[in-house]
């Protein structure tokens, strides 16, 4: 989390509820896929929406991590699942070994 925010991302969190900000994060999702699949590079709107839905979703995240206590988990699941696709691209020679 980006330290200026992180006390306000806590705030808005607990005033409102791990249920609550669920829901909210599933909608925010379907707002990001739905701009996802508007996508069309030669209009800058198009990508402009992309980063304003894709902030909404990240903000949510950083909520629902927050309020499980999870960031740490997700952290390495991460770093796993980055490193597993590094190796399958190497493996399939999309990337020289390094």
């Known amino acids: ?3 200026q925010n992180t006390e306000q ?3 808005i969190a607990e005033k409102y509820g791990i249920n609550n900000q669920l829901i909210k994060l599933m909608e925010e999702c379907g707002e990001l896929v739905t701009a996802a699949a508007k996508y069309d590079p030669q ?5 402009e929406h ?11 995240i950083m909520q ?6 999870i960031q740490t988990t997700v952290q390495e699941s991460m770093n796993k699942k980055i490193n ?3 190796s399958r691209m190497k493996e399939k020679g999309l990337l020289k070994e390094v």
């Open 1 to 3: 989390m980006i330290n």
């Open 9 to 11: 991302i806590k705030l």
């Open 43 to 47: 209009h800058r709107y198009t990508i």
């Open 50 to 60: 992309i980063a304003e839905e894709a902030g909404d979703v990240r903000i949510m």
């Open 64 to 69: 629902i991590e927050y309020l499980m206590g």
């Open 84 to 86: 597993r696709q590094i």
